[in-house]
């Protein structure tokens, strides 16, 4: 998340912070001294930034979910580096859309998992381009939203598209508090990207926001009348997301291949019958990709994150009530029924078959989803998938958006988009044996910037069985619906 637009005026900046003065101060001293456990590996700025983050997410509970949601929600101005052009893609008339992905999750689907059907409803988006060589406080012109699209496109110079899905926890931000990460891939990449508001949970549970990403993509590909963009081909598009976006962006791409593995593998839209294929490739940076956040390193990697702890079942804390918590029907997690957390759609550290995936992109800090990154690129290495990794000494959940300052989260994007710009020229090319993106591992340290290759087949310390079986006893010890009629839920992740 870019930022979040609550504290507008110098008072209620001054009574957000007075509570939490002794933190500062404390924190200053004990990294002063070299007390801290990262004092060796962070300046004082990102140690204030880091705990700053995780008493604030350690306090979550006190605010209704609702409101934690529109303190992510408010729009801020769009200005500077940014061309920025607001679409609505509209819901195809047929129903294929919707059935395709219903067959797809029943396809996978075990005894006993259970979800709701979404309606198909028209998905927003936003068109994200370079605005070169203006001050960072020049306001937005006042052109249609076509116009804005227009001088988007006069700007861009690759074929790179981005479908880019925000974090968030499945139910925080949307594409304006990610307006300046995006900006910054499309710069880097010389392309345009398209920023989708997705339905946010917890009032639209899974799958509405993986039917929303789906709708996008294949409007890419279709598009209806009246659309800005003429059709993209799919050697053009780059799925890319962080946190939750990222694990919407790989379930994206476990549907298409379940699609693809189906015996009607086109699908009826705006009138036209299309085939689903794959992506140039899929580049993600701290994938959420265990909902039932069940690895070891949710625990051993602590001390460089800010996440919120996994919790017992005993340990669980309440959020107040509100008119989107709880749900009815009752549900024990934010994002889905609590017997889904396991099911490949979910969670895609559960999907076992990558074989014939795009190329795929993952960046961790040494934060508390790595071994699930880890396991899933191992995986779909081994399987004969190309895989590019990246792994940043030190660094917290997606450092790139929340500690943009540092060298390191340069570093991040400036790779983020060269794997875009990589699988879109590799799918360009003609000559087959020069197409394959070659798999590589990267490990960055956090101070001097030095780099050592890591065996991205060799990550697993964890095979799949024991992983599929530690997912399902975390997901055992979840409860089926809050604790109480009541008001009161799991401490969900961002």
Not at 346 to 364: E, H, K, N, R, T
Request: glycine letters at 6%; hydrophobic letters at 40%.
């Amino acid at each position: 998340m870019d930022g979040v637009n609550d504290m507008q005026s110098p008072l209620k900046v001054l009574r957000f912070l007075f509570p939490r003065v002794p933190f500062l101060v404390k924190s200053t001293l004990w990294h002063s001294l070299g007390l801290s456990p990262t004092s060796n590996k962070w300046d004082l700025r990102t140690e204030l930034m880091v705990g700053f983050l995780r008493r604030i997410l350690a306090e979550e509970g006190r605010l209704s979910i609702s409101r934690m949601q529109v303190l992510t929600l408010q729009t801020p101005a769009i200005k500077g580096r940014m061309w920025i052009s607001k679409v609505i893609l509209p819901a195809p008339q047929e129903d294929d859309i919707r059935t395709t992905l219903i067959k797809a999750i029943d396809d996978l689907v075990e005894e006993g998992e259970k979800y709701t059907v979404p309606d198909i409803t028209p998905v927003e988006a936003e068109w994200t381009g370079d605005r070169a060589n203006v001050d960072p406080e020049r306001p937005r012109l006042d052109l249609s939203e076509a116009q804005h699209y227009e001088r988007l496109m006069a700007e861009v110079s690759s074929d790179v598209t981005i479908l880019y899905l925000h974090g968030g926890g499945f139910w925080l931000c949307d594409p304006s508090t990610h307006r300046t990460s995006v900006a910054e891939l499309a710069r880097l990449c010389h392309g345009r990207c398209l920023s989708v508001r997705y339905r946010l949970a917890p009032k639209y549970a899974f799958p509405s926001a993986l039917l929303d990403a789906f709708l996008v993509y294949l409007s890419l590909l279709c598009p209806s009348p009246n659309s800005f963009h003429t059709p993209v081909p799919a050697s053009q598009i780059v799925f890319a997301g962080d946190s939750a976006g990222g694990s919407l962006a790989l379930s994206l791409v476990q549907l298409i291949l379940q699609i693809q593995r189906s015996s009607s593998p086109t699908i009826r839209f705006h009138n036209q019958t299309i085939s689903v294929p794959l992506p140039a490739g899929v580049a993600t940076h701290s994938s959420w990709m265990d909902l039932t956040r069940c690895m070891p390193s949710s625990v051993t990697e602590a001390a460089y994150d800010y996440l919120p702890p996994p919790h017992e079942r005993g340990a669980i804390p309440a959020f107040p009530a509100c008119e989107i918590w709880p749900t009815d029907p009752l549900r024990g997690d934010i994002y889905c029924d609590t017997r889904m957390l396991c099911h490949p759609l979910v969670s895609s550290l559960a999907a076992l078959d990558w074989q014939g995936s795009c190329p795929l992109w993952f960046s961790y800090g040494q934060e508390m989803l790595l071994d699930e990154g880890r396991a899933v690129a191992t995986r779909a290495a081994k399987q004969g998938v190309s895989v590019v990794w990246d792994e940043w000494e030190a660094m917290p959940h997606c450092f790139a958006q929340v500690l943009r300052y540092l060298p390191a989260a340069q570093k991040c994007y400036t790779r983020w988009a060269g794997f875009c710009e990589q699988v879109v020229e590799k799918g360009r090319a003609k000559d087959m044996d020069t197409t394959k993106v070659q798999t590589k591992g990267t490990w960055h340290a956090v101070k001097t910037g030095a780099e050592k290759p890591m065996d991205v087949r060799n990550f697993g310390h964890l095979n799949d069985d024991e992983i599929i079986q530690r997912m399902k006893a975390a997901r055992a010890e979840r409860p089926l619906e809050p604790r109480s009629s009541a008001k009161s839920t799991i401490s969900p992740m961002l």
